[in-house]
């Protein structure tokens, strides 16, 4: 890469993504070198400038990492390596953390150094003054190593406020060593986006390089934090695609990349990528294995989920009533919450997939909204549970036939004596176009082998069924008042690793709302499978 | 209430929650008239000054929940019903949605009216001049009602920025009809904080009443929006305690109050209440039923959790280091550290109910702490469930004695065939004093049944069990991910008619979970009844 491209790249406003490195210090966060290649292409297809993978003189596994990724040819983005500088009284030469940092062999490195006179006496226990050779010389060792250098300033606002002028000297400090951006950090995630713009302005002023801006979400705002600092001449911008990081998160680069792409007119990523941002940010997620907030800016589930009835009826005037973007600027998508408000036009919507012809005032559609409405009134909700909400369209319409038939089942439960485990069974006979199969499940409860044993019963007809896995199973006591005679609803999520749905059961007894929840979601993703496979023919 | 009162409270920084309200509208929530109650007993407690509590015009239910809370004393909050203009065409008087709102019996009322020009034309169809005659007349009516009218203008920022003369026409339109107080709704949640602190400025100068803001999170900015609102000089803020809402929810005031009373220096709650904040917004997350973000800043479960080794290195050293607040002054705990600090003073409490001259440093307490701190790992919550964490000291104090020995009991569920209801029985042997009692029951699923075999086995042996109702019943589905075999929580409230006690048990088995939670419930009750019986002796 020539001189001047890095200048640019470095020049002009790009994300620098550290879902890999400070998002995997959040709880419950941990990736194999094999999921970090995944995440790699995600980010890279994304288009994001830099993707800082690892800190390889902290976490050794790192290195192999680095050998591997130099497989994937990337199109867009840039790995970086993430380092400190060198440790006190000795030259960065001789630091077995730089010599790390060195052999994951990245053009670009990333390093960070204390700024706040109060970490570099207290934490680091240096004096100021050998702090200021630390970062000088680390910067200048990594650009005679040849490496384009990314000076993060920890604690640069903390630091600023306490001693503005020593805060400064670290960034000059920086700068004389030859940092090629000098990137501010909420390090603690506490600052305002006022003070955060502000301070942000003075070091733009101040230095002749490009400013980058790196906050973590500790009073809620690293999102506004860091759009303050882009107005405040900030033109790289740190954080993590969903928001993964330590305590409350790193900055959450999906809602930023939409704020600045959409709201504020400044393309940070290549043109048209900013539309396929919720499926990038859902395949993270997935990678990570975890689960991704509903609510979450742009990307979420209910994103653009509108359950008022008034809002409802508003929306269909026109979207933009209730919509701040429209949902397919950022690839996500509109729902209705399926609610008794909401009413007919969107389940006119719904059956249109099945008949395109059909009117509003077809009896069909009445029969549906009037199922719906009794359904609803029994403690059913359809809201989220697009699985069932479908079969229940289909059912009405014609367009359904049971994947089996159900001779019975039966669970038992077990406390043998006071000192054994609990231990739950199920046995079940279904039948298949004439042919029955028996077969029984053990589990932990009685639910778990319900599930176990009518999964063992369809595979033997269904070999598709082997590819549901359940991945999210929540209880909701309807009317709690009637305590252990109460009605409950159970909503089951199930993915194939391709699509993702949700199906519920009610009844006051909770093995059988988890039965109907379990049989909606085999029967759903059985009709996916033939709708796939005989697309051709229909 | 005096009229100056009115006055100063409007005039003076102050928290409007519409959990209730506005929150109800976010997916998966739905409140009962009792749990209703419980939000309006915490959000009390907190010192919020205001509840919205519902919409009595669009939902007729909330009428009956305005009459039952009228039984409550609040000691900080006012109540507030929310409703719109009058319906085109008609007078105040005669809209039914306005005798509804005045039907729920409340001082203060809060009315949302219409500022985007192009929302007037084509969503309200109405000409401009009559939305203004609507707010003019709909503010004048509530005045001569005798109410407080706050007015809550809808897309105000949107709306100033389409058409800026005819949005603050819509405010004086409001402000002429006696409107108290002037609250600026970001309604699609999509403007950014510089701009929001410039428009609200404006109004606060414009105008000559308290301003208010009301803000959404579409764009991942309504904390950041809140504040910057505060800023520019509006002084009721409005959001939910913990985001409730449609799309991706309101502003969390959780948030914001932390923000403002422990940043800003501005405090909105009475003294001393910020360090609860974190117990009540764990309070009606657990209400609600849901399950609140563990990294929700201030009050979330990891928002003082370190990772990072050196983080935590640096922790030891000086707490500040990586922490922009002190957990403890909202309430929360850091995590990495002994959580026993803060539990212990809660537990020295409760021993000395048995042993008051029990010191602070005794073995026992250690025990204790101990003890629970496993469970806790486990997934147990005792916040809430006193019966089962009283029965844990007695339990660790030698305070206790089994009621009864469980031999075994076995539970069937079963669905003899596909037309058949399910059915599920119970049979349960126990032993008393070495006299054995064998019963069975059966009920609507499984733990119903239990419930009925346990309590006729019990009942000949302590007639006072026939006094226990269990009135609650709640199942958390734990770690959701392992779906069917998930670890589960299920808190039981029972009440004997005086008392009320809540209990829990934990499993991957349900039944098991149910089963623990039943015990302590019963044993609860048993112990309560010898407290009282042989008091005169003890």
Request: proline fraction near 3%.
């Amino acid at each position: 890469m020539k001189k001047n491209d890095t200048a640019d790249r470095l020049a002009s406003l790009h994300i620098f993504d550290s879902t890999l490195r400070d998002g995997a210090q959040g709880e419950g966060i941990s990736f194999s070198v094999q999921d970090k290649l995944h995440v790699v292409r995600a980010l890279d297809e994304l288009g994001v400038s830099y993707i800082e993978a690892g800190n390889p003189g902290s976490n050794p596994k790192d290195l192999e990492f680095f050998r591997e990724v130099k497989k994937i040819r990337l199109e867009n983005a840039r790995l970086v390596a993430f380092g400190s500088t060198r440790r006190k009284g000795i030259r960065p030469g001789e630091d077995t953390n730089l010599a790390s940092l060195l052999a994951a062999d990245t053009e670009d490195v990333c390093i960070f150094g204390k700024t706040w006179d109060f970490h570099v006496i207290e934490i680091l226990r240096a004096s100021l003054d050998e702090n200021l050779e630390m970062i000088r010389d680390t910067m200048k060792y990594l650009r005679e190593q040849g490496r384009t250098v990314i000076y993060d300033a920890e604690h640069y606002f903390d630091g600023y406020l306490s001693n503005p002028a020593y805060a400064l000297s670290t960034l000059r400090a920086a700068v004389e060593g030859g940092a090629q951006c000098l990137t501010l950090c909420d390090t603690n995630g506490g600052c305002l986006p006022d003070a955060i713009r502000e301070m942000t302005e003075t070091v733009v002023r101040e230095f002749g390089v490009p400013v980058g801006i790196h906050c973590h979400n500790d009073g809620g705002m690293a999102v506004a934090n860091s759009l303050m600092a882009v107005k405040g001449g900030a033109v790289q911008v740190q954080g993590t695609l969903i928001g993964f990081g330590e305590r409350t998160g790193n900055a959450n680069l999906s809602t930023i990349i939409a704020n600045l792409e959409l709201k504020m007119g400044l393309p940070c990523l290549p043109a048209g990528k900013v539309a396929t941002l919720t499926p990038m940010a859902r395949r993270v997620a997935e990678i990570a294995n975890v689960t991704m907030d509903d609510g979450m800016p742009f990307v979420g589930h209910t994103a653009f989920a509108h359950k008022a009835g008034m809002h409802i009826d508003a929306m269909t005037k026109n979207p933009k009533a209730y919509e701040h973007v429209h949902p397919d600027s950022v690839g996500n998508e509109r729902t209705f919450l399926m609610s008794e408000v909401a009413g007919r036009s969107m389940i006119i919507e719904k059956i249109r997939k099945f008949d395109p012809a059909i009117g509003k005032d077809s009896p069909v559609a009445q029969q549906i909204v009037d199922r719906l409405k009794t359904l609803e009134h029994e403690g059913y909700q359809f809201e989220g549970a697009e699985g069932s909400f479908e079969l229940l369209v289909r059912k009405n319409m014609g367009k359904y036939k049971p994947f089996f038939d159900l001779h019975y089942y039966k669970i038992i439960g077990e406390q043998p004596d006071a000192d054994q485990a609990c231990t739950a069974f199920a046995q079940i006979k279904i039948g298949v176009d004439g042919v029955d199969a028996i077969t029984a499940g053990e589990g932990d409860g009685p639910v778990h082998a319900l599930d176990c044993a009518l999964r063992t019963a369809l595979e033997r007809f269904y070999p598709g069924v082997r590819e549901i896995r359940l991945t999210d199973f929540k209880v909701r006591v309807l009317d709690s008042k009637s305590a252990t005679a109460a009605k409950v609803r159970v909503l089951i999520e199930s993915t194939d690793g391709e699509e993702v749905w949700t199906t519920v059961g009610v009844s006051s007894d909770l093995i059988e709302a988890s039965w109907q929840a379990l049989v909606d979601s085999f029967e759903y993703k059985l009709i996916m499978d033939v709708e796939k496979r005989f697309k051709a023919y229909l």
